[in-house]
């Protein structure tokens, strides 16, 4: 079993810019590739980014592109998502997952975390 946990969400202006965490724990969480997903109300849940195991290989959603980055840091056994840049469309509640191989599909993921509210106001 992983656990994950988010942290790092809020209320932001357009243009501002939060760093979501996921701290993974359990049965080696850090051989495990991380994956962002985000989910507005309304909405189905959506690929935003992954990172692979080693930190190697990143995947970012077109959306997103330019604007997020993804960083892990395996001593601490946690996942960085540095958000750019943000906009009134990318208020949702994101969630961490893990899987054996990073990608963008939410089925590969076999754990994911309690998610962490974020808003951008216009």
């Known amino acids: 079993q992983v656990q994950l946990v988010e942290s790092g969400g809020g209320l932001v202006q357009a243009g501002g810019s939060l760093r979501l965490s996921c701290a993974a724990s359990g049965r080696t969480g850090s051989s495990y590739a991380i994956g962002w997903f985000r989910q507005a109300p309304g909405k189905e849940r959506e690929f935003v980014a992954a990172?692979?195991?080693?930190?190697?290989?990143?995947y970012f959603a077109d959306s997103v592109k330019g604007r997020f980055t993804i960083s892990r840091d395996n001593a601490k056994n946690t996942v960085y998502l540095q958000m750019n840049s943000l906009e009134p469309e990318d208020t949702a509640v994101y969630y961490c997952a893990a899987a054996l191989v990073a990608g963008s599909e939410k089925e590969r993921y076999d754990y994911w975390g309690q998610g962490t509210q974020v808003t951008v106001s216009s």
């Open positions: 990172v692979s195991w080693s930190g190697g290989v990143t």
